[in-house]
């Protein structure tokens, strides 16, 4: 290493040394999670994934201002109505505000049926912060404005197209996203407090602790979860409300999913139960709780960041598929599961694609946790180079 004291460096050198010498202090005192959270902002994929995980948490908490109307909501002028697509210029000529043409019914000639057709000669512009529907902001703070909709209150936009009902499939969407958002996250935690506590007991205790409790994640294992779900819904009273149901699902999501994350804590606590650092806590006198959680669990970290954040895709997954087929959450209650449920008969396929947008949501939360948890494995290596 030179030494910043030699007389022959230039000042340009001294500065330099000087600042490399202030980046090996800042990286030798920072703590593990400072170290992490500088190796995760240098995998951009990760980083892009976070903020698209953002985004939408975001949209989801604040859906009653971000959805221009609510899950319920109906237009029974525009029933199936195809997406509508701001543009700024049209027949009639361009414009430097976005709008959307106004919409008139005539009848399919093939079917017979009434369809909305654009009509070119009205428009409609669009703008932030219009005033609407009086909703409640997480559920207390009142508000009529909404971030987007049409300068006449009498009219609506649909930027995804309406439903057999008439309903806004964009609104219903970022409503739904927040639900099967907050079913992942509060499956996840509690599945993952529940692995720590079984997991962690019977790695540390071992011997007849570790037989009964293996034993019983044995046949949680091997209950087939379709039956399971199956006779759960049917047990689910049907005056429950859409409240009781949304917390029943998420605490049977969470009840049967700790299993294998415990199986794989118990294997790691069993690795390192007998180091010297264990054994030193031991005869110091700590309690079994303070090794579990001060000395042992924070060896294998990184394991356990990479397998909480692989069990949201998993969680999210479980709730969309049960409520696709009927066993989960059901209307009134609105998640990707359920409005994916409108979707899957043909007629639907053929006539009314754009219901199935809320797939691409699905797609898109997997795919990000998957990638976060990419790079939370690599971030959380005590071995990986830091810059």
């Not at 330099?16 to 090996?24: A, V």
């Not at 529940?194 to 209950?223: H, K, P």
């Not at 066993?327 to 994916?340: D, H, N």
């Not at 006539?351 to 959380?380: E, K, M, N, S, Y």
Request: aromatic share 10%; charged share 20%; hydrophobic share 45%.
């Amino acid at each position: 290493m030179t030494d910043m004291s030699d007389p022959d460096l230039t000042p340009k050198q001294k500065r330099q040394l000087e600042k490399e010498h202030q980046q090996r202090l800042k990286y030798y005192s920072a703590s593990q999670w400072t170290l992490i959270w500088w190796r995760f902002k240098r995998h951009r994929a990760a980083m892009l994934a976070a903020v698209l995980l953002g985004l939408m948490a975001l949209a989801g908490i604040f859906a009653e201002f971000v959805a221009p109307y609510g899950p319920v909501t109906r237009d029974t002028k525009y029933i199936e109505g195809p997406p509508q697509i701001p543009k700024f210029c049209d027949d009639n000529g361009c414009s430097l505000r976005p709008f959307i043409n106004g919409t008139k019914t005539e009848r399919d000639p093939v079917t017979l049926r009434a369809i909305s057709v654009p009509d070119p000669d009205t428009r409609y512009y669009i703008s932030l912060f219009v005033k609407g529907e009086s909703v409640k902001v997480l559920g207390f703070i009142p508000t009529d404005r909404h971030l987007i909709g049409l300068d006449d209150p009498d009219q609506k936009i649909h930027f995804w197209g309406t439903d057999d009902l008439g309903r806004d499939v964009f609104s219903r969407t970022i409503y739904a996203t927040r639900t099967s958002l907050s079913i992942g996250v509060l499956g996840v935690l509690i599945s993952f407090f529940l692995a720590l506590a079984i997991g962690g007991a019977a790695g540390f205790f071992g011997g007849m602790t570790d037989n009964v409790i293996q034993r019983v994640t044995e046949v949680i294992r091997v209950v087939p979860i379709i039956p399971l779900y199956m006779g759960l819904a049917a047990a689910m009273p049907k005056e429950w409300s859409t409240t009781q149901v949304y917390f029943a699902m998420t605490l049977i999501l969470g009840l049967f999913g700790w299993p294998t994350l415990a199986r794989r804590i118990r294997s790691q606590l069993l690795s390192i139960r007998n180091e010297d650092y264990v054994v030193a806590a031991r005869l110091a006198g700590a309690r079994p709780r303070r090794i579990i959680t001060q000395h042992m669990l924070p060896s294998f970290t990184s394991f356990i960041i990479v397998d909480l954040v692989i069990s949201f895709p998993y969680m999210i997954l479980s709730e969309t598929a049960l409520s696709f087929v009927g066993l989960g959450l059901r209307p009134p209650s609105v998640s990707w599961g359920v409005l994916l449920q409108q979707a899957q008969s043909v007629r639907a396929i053929e006539q009314t694609p754009w219901l199935f947008i809320p797939a691409v949501f699905v797609v898109v939360a997997v795919l990000a946790f998957t990638v976060i948890g990419d790079g939370l494995r690599d971030a959380a290596d005590p071995y990986s180079e830091a810059k």
